[in-house]
């Protein structure tokens, strides 16, 4: 409202600092301070400023007279200035109604999928009381309910969504596009494997068949080698490079025949890089022994274990998942990513400081996740089947790890198991039964995060002979538990497909 005058002669004052149905945040609020002039400065000596009815102080500066509202309340408030005219019975008021909201809006945001990264995603959500959504930085419709929704053409990794409310209170969220991992039914594959002619197409049959549809190959498997030409420096200076098969070749042929390729990177049981490294003048990249010894890996034997908490080591895998990465591969499934099984007591890990093992494995993976997501990459974590309820055996968190990973996956083979397990009398001879209750404690490890479980399963007699019924329980109970996808393990690389049934 402007200026008005009761009788005549007036004199206007301006009111500065506020405007009328203006909208105050907090700090706005906090801060407030009105000038108030006038075109007779006497004017201001018989000033009166209420709010709400009430006295505020007000103080003179030369010219001007400043009024400063403290305390301000969350709602609408009205601030009247009255000042007498020259001439009795003469007054002039200016007055402001406003509101003030200190609240930010409440933001949830629903989850978002898809299965490769670049491909537009719809981002919906709920931003009470705001008046503007900016989703990546592109402005959303807000219903008169709060709901929006806005498609975002090439959206990154964490997608940024930002609620504001007409007083300028914003909050903030980021929701990640979880990436759903196509159905994946994979057989292992070592690089030398792959030379075979009968263990290749014996596995391609499969594919043709359509009773699998991804091969699990090695990239750098249990001795270190490295199966294809790998470029990376470290691993052409340690001799780790092998070149068994060429991996553009074999990624182009497996995906002409409709299947997916999954790269198999062992990572921290590594006999090439120990051993070169504590030669070399690197013991810092080797497990150690309290005394300062190379750890003894126990069956895998001396100068088997690299340390994962060391820089270069986690840099040489990560560079070899993102080498594979760009060669083609869709997934990177890490296997030994974990510290040796053993006495904790009996290792010492330089350079790990303060945080736990489980937690720098855990951030290696995030590492690793970060360097390969952009190429549409999936990232994969295979786990030992007793890590649900013993993360700290062999330092594999599986809360900790579903958050940084896409899919987990258990190695829950029933001859693993001991006695008793799951209250399994016999696990190796009650594949179902262990398999199924197993899984559905790494269900509810990952329940909340956005990674899948993708279980490894037995395809190979040990102890008791496997037969098609045994693989197919497997299967069976992992599908009870909403597992469609899996990856079967041979050693030998012979895999039953009668086992398998169709895949839809």
């Given amino acids: 409202m402007g200026a008005f005058a009761l009788g005549t002669p007036s004199t206007d004052i301006h009111l500065q600092g506020i405007r009328d149905d203006e909208w105050l945040n907090a700090a706005t609020a906090r801060s407030l301070d009105l000038v108030v ?35 301000l309340t969350d709602g609408e408030h009205h601030l009247s200035l009255r000042t007498q005219g020259p001439l009795p019975f003469t007054t002039t008021t200016v007055s402001r109604t406003f509101t003030v909201a200190t609240t930010s809006p409440a933001l949830q945001l629903d989850k978002v999928t898809t299965t490769r990264p670049h491909t537009p995603v719809t981002v919906h959500g709920t931003a009470k009381d705001a008046t503007r959504v900016e989703v990546d930085g592109r402005t959303a419709k807000v219903g008169s309910d709060g709901t929006f929704s806005v498609t975002v053409a090439d959206p990154p990794s964490l997608i940024k969504v930002t609620a504001a409310d007409r007083a300028g209170n914003t909050t903030t969220g980021e929701v990640r596009a979880a990436r759903v991992h196509p159905l994946l039914r994979a057989a292992h594959l070592t690089a030398i494997g792959w030379t075979s002619d009968p263990l290749r197409n014996g596995i391609l049959d499969l594919i043709r068949q359509k009773k699998l549809n991804a091969v699990e190959l090695d990239i750098k498997d249990e001795n270190g080698e490295i199966g294809y030409a790998s470029q990376v420096p470290l691993a052409k200076e340690i001799g780790a490079v092998k070149g068994y098969y060429d991996a553009r070749a074999v990624i182009d042929q ?41 750890y003894d890996g126990g069956n895998y034997g001396q100068l088997s274990f690299t340390n994962f908490a060391d820089q270069a080591v986690r840099g040489y895998n990560q560079d070899l998942a993102a080498e594979a990465a760009g060669l083609g591969f869709d997934d990177i499934l890490y296997d030994y990513v974990r510290r040796p099984d053993g006495p904790l007591s009996t290792m010492a890990f330089p350079s790990l400081g303060s945080t736990t093992p489980e937690q720098s494995i855990a951030d290696f993976v ?59 009398s016999d696990p190796n001879s009650h594949p179902y039964e262990i398999v199924q209750r197993s899984l559905a404690d790494f269900a509810r490890k990952t329940d909340g995060t956005q990674a899948q479980v993708i279980p490894w399963l037995q395809d190979f007699s040990l102890g008791v002979h496997y037969g098609p019924k045994e693989v197919t329980d497997q299967i069976e109970a992992a599908a009870h538990d909403s597992m469609p996808s899996f990856l079967l393990w041979n050693a030998g690389a012979r895999y039953q497909g009668e086992a398998l049934s169709l895949i839809p």
């Avoid at 083979?413 to 799951?422: A, C, K, M, T």
């Fill in 366 to 424: 995030a590492e690793t996740r970060s360097r390969i997501s952009d190429r549409g990459t999936f990232l994969g974590v295979s786990v030992f089947g007793i890590a649900a309820t013993r993360p700290n055996e062999i330092a594999q968190d599986i809360g900790a790890l579903a958050k940084q990973a896409d899919y987990i996956a258990p190695m829950v083979y029933p001859s693993h198991w001991g006695p008793g397990e799951y209250n399994v």
């Fill in 254 to 294: 497996l995906h002409k025949a409709g299947a997916q390729v999954v790269g198999r990177i062992v990572a921290f049981r590594d006999p090439i890089l120990a051993t070169a490294s504590w030669q070399g003048g690197h013991p810092e990249r080797v497990i150690q022994t309290p005394g300062g010894d190379a």
């Fill in 37 to 71: 002039t006038a075109d007779d400065d006497s004017a201001l000596d018989t000033l009166q400023a209420t709010l709400d009815g009430k006295p505020v102080p007000a103080h003179r500066t030369g010219r001007e007279l400043h009024v400063q509202p403290t305390a």
